[in-house]
């Protein structure tokens, strides 16, 4: 299989970490797939994905001491594979796995994900668990140097066949539950390790391998980042999508600070390649970290954010709680306009960035547009430009709505609000 063919245009979902972080439950999980067939799915987002920490029935119980709590109840099978904790995952029980919620969300018209940790369960080697597939044990494959920093579940495995065959058992126990996405984290920037911060590479192959022979057309997302440039050909060879950025959320620092990765990452994407300036944090977040709110964004922030993304041709992975999205973020969301610009044939590319703000352009020969984006970097309002020789004079219509921008001698000028965008179409 051509693993491109996975994912032709950059995918677009919801992820359950922004809002539910570990204590994720089926009834949460539902109710935003739900959601998303009836206002989202018509705009291309599709896959709906598990996060951390679905295997823990302690997850969250400790949340004002651990994110991640040290050494706590897991659920496994004899071989060494999380399942479902049934608690949280009702119809996951009796051995069923995500077979019936997979099952479910396929019935809406959705694709069904789940995030991994690198590595196999340390609960797993120190009990000595089989390898299924193989006569050695769990202990054999884990390597006890290399573990992450931030989550104490799991160790990292030995290059070697049998932990080929570990990966290969999971893989094939998720492609028989009905998986379509598979976020592994851990894998991307190994933090714990400065001097070997991509230690994890020969799993990534593994993975890749394991997914292939499954025959499954499983998309595959590492994480975290921020990703190494110069592991971009490894990355684009095994995986589909990559996080070129640690976590993101939802301050203007986070964000400004995006357009430092997009620079570096601009021109690597292409179909079935696409690095990820990760989720959206949008509408309601922060539920299971026990401070639910609405996001820090301003309006002209998130259309910023959402600009940006799409310009860069970046997966779009809703983080909110979907059925309390406003009106005005669905309609930011589902913007045909925006989407459009992340077509596989557009050629996008930051021509300026400065103190004051960035140009973005775009030029796409399938739908015969070019597009130019002027975004604002200060604390207030501001009269932008760009050179738009290829633009024709006079006043033209903004693709995200507001005040008209003009050209003129070969210059097309706008007033940008604080922290904003304004984006202009024109056929080429």
């Not at 206002?39 to 969250?60: N, R, T």
């Not at 659920?75 to 995500?98: C, E, H, I, T």
């Not at 495995?157 to 990966?167: G, I, N, V, W």
């Not at 809703?318 to 005005?328: I, N, R």
């Amino acid at each position: 299989m051509d693993k491109n063919l996975f994912a032709p245009t950059p995918p677009r979902g919801w992820n359950s970490y922004d809002c539910y972080d570990t204590a994720v439950t089926e009834a949460d999980v539902r109710a935003n797939a739900e959601y998303m067939a009836r206002h989202l799915l018509p705009s291309g987002y599709e896959y709906v994905v598990v996060d951390i920490q679905w295997y823990a029935p302690d997850a969250g119980m400790q949340r004002d001491r651990f994110q991640y709590i040290p050494f706590g109840e897991r659920v496994m099978d004899g071989y060494g594979r999380f399942l479902p904790d049934p608690a949280r995952f009702p119809s996951s029980a009796n051995g069923k796995g995500f077979a019936p919620l997979a099952e479910y969300i396929h019935s809406l018209g959705l694709k069904f994900g789940i995030h991994i940790m690198r590595g196999i369960p340390r609960d797993a080697a120190h009990r000595h668990l089989p390898v299924y597939g193989t006569d050695i044990t769990a202990d054999i494959i884990a390597d006890p140097n290399s573990i992450c920093d931030w989550d104490p579940d799991m160790y990292g495995l030995r290059d070697m066949p049998e932990s080929q065959a570990y990966y290969d058992s999971i893989i094939s126990l998720y492609a028989g539950w009905g998986v379509d996405f598979l976020k592994v984290d851990d894998i991307c920037n190994t933090h714990a390790y400065v001097d070997r911060p991509y230690m994890g590479g020969h799993e990534v192959e593994m993975i890749a391998r394991a997914i292939e022979k499954t025959g499954r057309p499983i998309v595959l997302s590492l994480s975290p980042g921020p990703a190494l440039i110069e592991k971009a050909a490894h990355y684009c060879t095994y995986a589909n999508m990559w996080r070129i950025t640690d976590d993101f959320w939802d301050s203007w620092q986070a964000l400004r600070k995006m357009f430092d990765f997009c620079e570096i990452w601009q021109y690597v994407a292409s179909p079935g390649c696409w690095p990820d300036c990760d989720m959206l944090p949008v509408g309601t977040v922060g539920r299971g970290f026990n401070a639910e709110r609405l996001t820090n964004f301003t309006p002209d922030e998130q259309k910023t954010m959402l600009a940006l993304w799409c310009l860069f041709r970046s997966p779009l992975m809703v983080g909110a709680d979907l059925p309390l999205l406003d009106g005005g973020t669905l309609s930011l969301l589902t913007h045909p306009g925006l989407l459009a610009l992340q077509s596989p044939t557009a050629r996008p590319r930051q021509v300026m960035k400065d103190s004051a703000g960035a140009v973005w352009r775009s030029e796409d020969p399938a739908r015969g547009a070019v597009t130019l984006a002027l975004f604002n970097f200060q604390d207030g309002p501001a009269r932008m430009g760009a050179d738009a020789p290829d633009f024709p004079a006079g006043i033209l219509p903004e693709l995200l709505g507001g005040p008209d921008g003009a050209v003129k001698n070969g210059r097309l000028t706008a007033r940008v609000p604080a922290h904003g965008v304004r984006i202009y179409t024109v056929k080429a």
